[in-house]
């Protein structure tokens, strides 16, 4: 099953509050993401049936390891292609909002080339 951006957002949205609160439900997404719950229910399902995502007894959502290397990967494209932007002089709010819009759609490519470039500008910063 290929993943629209939405499960893309979902999935990282899962990803961040894991790292963030440890145990995360439906209602912790649709907070974070601002989504009303019933898109989170139904998104949820749909990422359950895809193999992306493990919902407990006790209403706990867990990434499978198919949904946590594709939250892994957005997080990542978000998180370089945010700082990217701030480095270039970008205000802090636009560049994370440009990178959220990006990150769906950049190629690996093209990103990994972003990626070295900001590593590189980084490290001059740090020199200076």
């Known amino acids: 099953m290929a ?3 939405s499960g893309e957002m979902y999935l990282e949205a899962i990803y961040v509050l894991s790292k963030t609160k440890g145990f995360v439900r439906s209602v912790d997404v649709s907070e974070f993401r601002n989504y009303s719950k019933p898109s989170v229910s ?3 399902g749909i990422l359950q049936d895809g193999g992306y995502v493990v919902m407990g007894r006790d209403g706990g959502l867990t990434l499978t390891e198919a949904g946590r290397e594709i939250a892994e990967k957005i ?8 700082k990217f932007f701030a480095l270039l002089g970008v205000d802090e709010t636009i560049a994370e909002e440009d990178a959220c819009r990006i990150e769906h759609s950049i190629s690996d490519e093209s990103f990994f080339a ?3 470039h900001t590593m590189r500008l980084e490290a001059e910063m740090k020199q200076k």
Do not use: P, S, V, W
Request: glycine content about 0%.
């Open 75 to 82: 997080y990542d494209r978000h998180t370089t292609m945010t």
């Open 42 to 44: 139904r998104a949820i």
């Open 114 to 116: 972003l990626k070295n």
């Open 3 to 5: 993943l629209q951006e």
